[in-house]
T-cell receptor, first 110, second 112 residues
Framework: GQNIDQPTEMTATEGAIVQINCTYQ??????LFWYQQHAGEAPTFLSY????GLEEKGRFSSFLSRSKGYSYLLLKELQMKDSASYLC???????????FGKGTRLSVIA | DAEITQSPRHKITETGRQVTLACHQT?????MFWYRQDLGHGLRLIHY???????NKGEVSDGYSVSRSNTEDLPLTLESAASSQTSVYFC???????????FGNGTRLTVT
């Protein structure tokens, strides 16, 4: 979606930390979602932020700043299985369906 | 366990044919969605429904239609398949806007 921007590709080393950024524009914020999608598979839910701040869930954390229209997904202790695309999604206005960013393809290398 | 299933998983059809992709969910979710996913475009919304007899157009609805006669099913019909509709199609459902989408495994459609 043209209202959501993410980097196209990123590469990181096994065991390291990587931050995937997402900027968005909406006319009625109602939460931001992050999904993970392995090649050839369906997206799966990772996190949901509706308030400013950091939400931590194991090795994955997600941060939101509503005033800046900005979120990031933080992946710690990277594993090879974390190689996937990461999709940022928001409703463009209030209770409308999710619009997805084009996704960031993360490659974890040894 | 509740689930969402799509069929077929793969389909090859010819230009001009009518094609219907099935989506069935046992979550009892009111909200159901169809997205297509293409390289360089990400997931784009085709149609969606917030309940029985409710259907709405999404960003890329031209050439597609849906119907919602019950809670469980939202079939997607391509009226006259075009090569531009070659894509991977994902169906999804959710309880409401503040809850995550559950995706089906996708249907890979090739229009020749």
């Amino acid at each position: 979606g043209q209202n959501i921007d993410q980097p196209t590709e990123m590469t990181a080393t096994e065991g390291a930390i990587v931050q995937i950024n997402c900027t968005y524009q909406t006319s009625g914020f109602n939460g931001l979602f992050w999904y993970q999608q392995h090649a050839g598979e369906a997206p799966t839910f990772l996190s949901y932020n509706v308030l400013d701040g950091l939400e931590e869930k194991g090795r994955f954390s997600s941060f939101l700043s509503r005033s800046k229209g900005y979120s990031y997904l933080l992946l710690k202790e990277l594993q090879m299985k974390d190689s996937a695309s990461y999709l940022c999604a928001v409703p463009l206005a209030g209770n409308t369906p999710l619009v997805f960013g084009k996704g960031t393809r993360l490659s974890v290398i040894a | 366990d509740a689930e969402i299933t799509q069929s077929p998983r793969h389909k090859i059809t010819e230009t001009g044919r009518q094609v219907t992709l099935a989506c069935h969910q046992t979550w009892n979710h009111n909200n159901m969605f169809w997205y297509r996913q293409d390289l360089g475009h990400g997931l784009r919304l085709i149609h969606y429904s917030y309940g029985v007899q409710d259907t709405n157009k999404g960003e890329v609805s031209d050439g597609y239609s849906v119907s919602r006669s019950n809670t469980e099913d939202l079939p997607l019909t391509l009226e006259s398949a075009a090569s531009s509709q070659t894509s991977v199609y994902f169906c999804a459902s959710s309880t409401d806007h503040n809850h995550p989408l559950h995706f089906g495994n996708g249907t890979r459609l090739t229009v020749t």
